[in-house]
T-cell receptor
């Protein structure tokens, strides 16, 4: 365990489904992030939250909707996804930008 | 947008050999970080080098930074099969709110 817990580890969903990814950290970090990792591509930054306020949305389609109810929890709500959204979704937390702690990721498959 | 670019993309060596990976970046930085990712898992922070440092060591890891060339290298000495993983460099985004990762170098160490 890294201190950042992501659930579920694997998710298969149809294009019309609605699902949510959850990320939890109890490291006392002030920032949390969502990244997408597709095969043969660099990690893509999706969203940044600092003290539970969204500070960056990296032009992510609206079918991805983040939620950060407090500094320890981060959600990514998914709806009407496309097959190209299949990827490993990684959550990370940090104190400022020094040394991210990543979760193990959610492997998402859209069918 | 991508900030760091690792080279080579893939590296295969024998146990006991040294492995060197390089990272080039585009804009000025406060620090540069290296991360490791085992297949399908989250990334793990390895080492951070500040812009006023030229070299840093951590166990079998040695990182150098040349800000005049906007480049860094990661050296793993006396490699082991367990070092097999992908290695990424990361620097702060232009907005300074998150880390941007390169495509990574995939290291394979055979016994």
């Amino acid at each position: 365990e890294t201190g950042v817990t992501q659930t579920p580890r694997h998710l298969v969903m149809g294009m019309t489904n609605k699902k949510s990814l959850k990320c939890e950290q109890h490291l006392g970090h002030n920032a949390m992030y969502w990244y997408k990792q597709s095969a043969k591509k660099p990690l893509e930054l999706m969203f940044v939250y600092n003290f539970k306020e969204q500070t960056e949305n990296n032009s992510v389609p609206s079918r991805f909707s983040p939620e950060c109810p407090n500094s320890s929890h981060l959600f990514l709500h998914l709806h009407t996804l496309q097959p190209e959204d299949s990827a490993l979704y990684l959550c990370a937390s940090s104190q400022e930008l020094y040394g991210y702690t990543f979760g193990s990721g959610t492997r998402l498959t859209v069918v | 947008s991508q900030q760091g670019e690792e080279d080579p993309q893939a590296l295969s060596i024998q146990e006991g050999e040294n492995a060197t990976m390089n990272c080039s970046y585009k804009t000025s930085i406060n620090n540069l970080q290296w991360y490791r990712q085992n297949s399908g898992r989250g990334l793990v922070h390895l080492i951070l080098i500040r812009s006023n440092e030229r070299e840093k060591h951590s166990g079998r890891l040695r990182v150098t930074l040349d800000t005049s060339k906007k480049s860094s290298s990661l050296l793993i000495t006396a490699s082991r099969a367990a070092d097999t993983a992908s290695y990424f460099c990361a620097t702060a985004s232009q907005a300074g709110t998150a880390l941007i990762f390169g495509k990574g170098t995939t290291l394979s160490v055979s016994s």
